[in-house]
């Protein structure tokens, strides 16, 4: 059988989550033939069973322009040979409508998963004989507005490759010896979180021996973000507490050097609403503290994690974990446990692959 993923250009860098998701199901899907689409020059090992299609520019952008979306249009349009359509993106007023002409010309069966936490529900977005969600809240609130066909598979992480290392190295590179780090792997945003960890910096400033290490998927906007928090911390004599760092090659390696990888993000519409950033995070042993909000918080059940409601709840849980390392690292251990046995790639590729099979046999 022949399923295509359709998504954003598949290529590096491995940092916007549906593009991610799309990825791991492609190498984890052995029993089918899976089409990726992707941009011309895509050096990526992948498995023979996977079929790539350069059908976008080598030039690497973070947003699809309109005449990626035309070409993308007149592909799914010619393409033969396909049994089952996957599209993997927020669902928008015209792609929908689109989308669902081009299923009923064909006559063939489709997929779509709803990866983003949705501003607006209508039933003219959802075309698709079976409709995926990543969280019960969207799976819930898509019930609620009479969408049919609605299941719930939870994204995953490759386990195997996010894992504990040892810090060898990383230690002298990242000069945290005997250093408490507090990893804040976010959209660099006003509005998203960033002013957030400034009061953080600010209001930690005699923890003496803690180092935050902002991670961020560089845009222009988020570049001038950077520089106005790095100005107001030059001010506060706090610039050395901070390291920035874009578009990190290896993310585990941020990772495995932190204590703690903390989410202030509140406002998470339009975003991946499982942040596959945290779930990394717990495969590798480090607590999360993220806010008490939906559906993020289906992420973690107590002692995984830590969830918080506000400012001052999020502040005093980093310094709890500060003042007790041993706390820290049984939280890390039952968070990875979670990450094993709930959003593990190989049960999320399973599921999917089942679902194909469904969808091909009527």
Request: aromatic share 10%; net charge positive; glycine share 4%.
């Amino acid at each position: 059988m022949n399923v295509l993923l359709v998504t954003r250009p598949l290529d590096y860098p491995w940092n916007e989550g549906s593009k991610n998701l799309a990825y791991m199901i492609a190498k984890n899907v052995k029993d089918q033939n899976i089409h990726i689409l992707v941009r011309k020059g895509f050096n990526e090992k992948i498995n023979k069973n996977v079929i790539l299609h350069e059908i976008y520019p080598s030039k690497h952008k973070y947003d699809v322009s309109r005449f990626e979306k035309l070409k993308l249009f007149f592909f799914l349009l010619k393409v033969k040979d396909i049994d089952v359509y996957h599209f993997i993106y927020t669902p928008e007023k015209y792609s929908s409508i689109i989308n669902n002409l081009l299923m009923k010309i064909k006559s063939k069966k489709s997929v779509q998963t709803i990866p983003t936490k949705l501003k607006k529900v209508s039933s003219g977005l959802f075309f698709a004989d079976r409709v995926v969600t990543i969280s019960d809240f969207t799976k819930n609130l898509l019930l609620r507005h009479n969408i049919k066909n609605v299941i719930k598979i939870d994204t995953g992480v490759d386990t195997n490759y996010f894992k504990p290392f040892k810090k060898k190295g990383l230690i002298k590179r990242y000069n945290i010896k005997n250093k408490f780090v507090v990893l804040f792997p976010i959209d660099l945003e006003k509005g998203r979180g960033s002013r957030i960890i400034l009061k953080i910096i600010k209001d930690m400033s005699n923890f003496k021996n803690v180092l935050f290490i902002v991670s961020y998927r560089s845009t222009k906007k988020r570049i001038l973000e950077e520089r106005y928090l790095k100005n107001i911390l030059i001010k506060l004599n706090l610039s050395k507490k901070v390291v920035f760092i874009k578009d990190p090659k290896d993310v585990r390696e941020l990772i495995n050097v932190s204590n703690v990888a903390v989410y202030p993000i509140v406002n998470s519409y339009e975003k991946h609403e499982i942040p596959m950033i945290l779930l990394e995070c717990m495969s590798m042993e480090k607590p999360i503290i993220i806010n008490d909000i939906p559906p993020m918080n289906e992420i973690i059940n107590d002692g995984e994690g830590i969830k918080v409601n506000g400012y001052f709840e999020m502040k005093s849980a980093i310094i709890k974990l500060i003042e007790s390392k041993n706390f820290s690292k049984r939280m890390g251990k039952l968070a990875r446990k979670r990450i094993m046995s709930n959003f593990n790639i190989i049960k999320t590729a399973k599921n999917y692959s089942v679902l194909y099979d469904k969808l091909s046999r009527f």
